[in-house]
């Protein structure tokens, strides 16, 4: 059974920053490529970061130069670090896996970013 649990979202003000994690179970966590997403109700889910099994990263544009995508494959754990953070990056973020043939999501976690 895959399981991915997200945490350390919260309240941040513009400018300031919060570092999300993803702890996995259920796979051989070195093996996937990871994805954070994010949601704000009424629009479509936004790919924010990917980070592949050898540790390349992508980013979206909106992001890119305030986001760092990391993992840990030792501790099964998938990290965010968001740093000047605005507004616009208020939405619920969830890590993804594709393995055994699906999708699998965590619950995510909210961030707000607001003065």
């Known amino acids: 059974q895959v399981h991915l649990v997200e945490s350390g979202g919260g309240l941040a003000q513009p400018g300031g920053s919060l570092r999300l994690s993803c702890a996995a179970s259920g796979i051989n966590f070195k093996l996937y490529a990871m994805k954070w997403y994010r949601q704000v109700p009424g629009k479509e889910r936004e790919l924010v970061a990917s980070i592949s099994s050898t540790g390349s990263r992508i980013y979206t544009d909106s992001v890119k130069g305030r986001f760092t995508i990391s993992r840990d494959n030792v501790r099964n754990r998938l990290s965010l670090q968001m740093n000047n953070l605005k507004a616009e990056d208020t939405a619920v973020y969830s890590c993804?896996?594709?393995?055994?043939?699906?999708?699998?999501w965590g619950r995510g976690t909210q961030v707000t970013v607001s003065s």
């Open positions: 993804h896996v594709s393995a055994f043939g699906r999708d699998f």
